[in-house]
């Protein structure tokens, strides 16, 4: 059994619902908490920056007052997503309102910072960091990360190449804390494998993206229920940091998904307000072929835990046939 801290160890489903960069937002994190997941959003969502604060109240006021109300079912709790990177010129202002605002879960991404992982531990918050192999678990942990995010390959935006068999199996032979696994997961059977990797929890993107509440073009949904693995693109041209992207938006961009240049991953800007060259592309993962309609995060959730129980059951009666 893992460690577990609190807030992660009262979760009443062990999924996280990823960061979807512009995607996420208030509508759809409070709609993933209030059906049971951890819901989370990226903070450079918030544009400009004062809009932040706004995101934040509204979050942590529309939450508690269901929890006042639904005393006996609460709401699962949220994450931001802190992009650390250099050019990053927001994240201390970000990352002061997560503190007013004690942001339950802080999910690190792109660099791990010892200050970034105290101020969450100010006041009581959690760490999880995303990481695409060993060497930078190992690097995370020393830092003062509570948990990992393990990004393996098929995950949806900047994704790693490893088998999640390999990541989980390597990093759980040294951790006994929290993982989360991401990469090509959309079904409640892969959240119960995910488990019996050694994961604690599976990290859901792509699919939330073809739900009601997500801030995303009804093309792009559309997309997602439409495409399958075989329309996944792997590339770092438009950030400089590998990803997994829809190869129909590439090719509304103008260019071939077969036939894609090589960022310089020196060049990557994640700067707070600045313009985003490739805002058109849409990041997806490997495991959208099990998305077949845009439905209510809600009725999405609702439909993962009818899985997820299934698939107990099956597993069980093999094992004790």
């Known amino acids: 059994m893992s460690r577990l801290p609190a807030p992660l160890n009262t979760l009443p489903f062990p999924v996280i619902g990823s960061p979807l960069f512009i995607i996420s937002n208030p509508k759809l994190v409070i709609a993933q908490c209030i059906a049971g997941v951890v819901g989370a959003m990226p903070a450079l969502n918030a544009r400009p920056a004062e809009v932040l604060e706004d995101w934040l109240k509204e979050i942590t006021e529309t939450l508690a007052a269901f929890n006042q109300a639904h005393p006996d079912q609460p709401a699962a709790p949220f994450a931001i997503n802190q992009i650390v990177h250099k050019s990053n010129d927001r994240l201390e202002h970000d990352m002061a309102l997560c503190v007013k605002y004690q942001v339950p879960i802080i999910i690190t991404s792109l660099g791990a910072r010892e200050d970034i992982n105290a101020a969450a531990h100010s006041y009581g918050g959690v760490v999880l960091h995303d990481v695409i192999n060993n060497k930078h678990a190992h690097k995370a942990i020393e830092k003062g990360a509570d948990g990992l995010i393990a990004v393996a390959a098929g995950a949806g935006g900047h994704a790693g190449v490893k088998s999640p068999f390999a990541l989980v199996q390597e990093i759980r032979q040294w951790f006994d804390g929290p993982i989360a696994l991401s990469g090509a997961i959309s079904t409640g059977d892969a959240v119960l494998a995910a488990q019996a990797m050694g994961a604690d929890f599976a990290y859901i993107g792509s699919a939330f993206i073809a739900t009601e509440e997500a801030r995303a073009s009804d093309a792009y949904k559309q997309a997602i229920v439409d495409s399958n693995s075989d329309d996944i693109v792997y590339s770092n041209l438009f950030t400089g940091v590998h990803g997994n992207y829809l190869a129909p938006s590439i090719r ?69 046939a």
């Open 252 to 320: 509304n961009a103008g260019l071939d998904p077969d036939n894609l240049p090589v960022s310089d991953p020196s060049k990557m800007n994640f700067g707070g307000d600045k313009a985003k060259a490739w805002k058109d592309i849409w990041g997806c993962g490997q495991g959208i072929g099990a998305v077949t309609a845009i439905q209510s995060t809600a009725d999405y959730v609702a439909q993962l835990k009818r899985e997820y129980a299934a698939a107990r059951e099956r597993v069980l009666a093999r094992v004790y």
